[in-house]
């Protein structure tokens, strides 16, 4: 998964396709196997576009988005958020999420 910017975030979050926005920190150890789980989640989302970004370097971000703890992730799609989510619960949960977003319903 990219490393965004802050220049990045806001580009790929006015995409017209749905974008994936993780926000973490890096000693968070919940946010490293959140982590994990979406570099999994990524593989089957070839078409959708993924980014990261360490909110210890983009506390702006974290006021533009409203986000209120990491990990978080931030479903975009035209400018939009379309969900926020703090709990990634499992891979399967995280594929069926993006899914509904990104028009892929994999069985």
Do not use: W
């Amino acid at each position: 998964m990219k490393e965004l910017t802050k220049k990045d975030i806001i580009q790929a979050s006015e995409q017209p396709n749905t974008t994936i926005l993780y926000f973490y920190t890096p000693l968070c150890g919940t946010c490293q196997v959140a982590g994990k789980m979406l570099e999994v989640v990524e593989q089957m989302h070839p078409d959708t576009t993924f980014g990261k970004a360490d909110l210890n370097y983009s506390p702006e971000m974290a006021e533009m988005f409203s986000i209120e703890s990491v990990p978080c992730l931030i479903i975009a799609k035209a400018g939009k958020v379309q969900e926020k989510v703090y709990a990634f619960k499992s891979v399967p949960y995280l594929h069926e999420l993006i899914s509904r977003y990104s028009g892929h319903s994999e069985r």
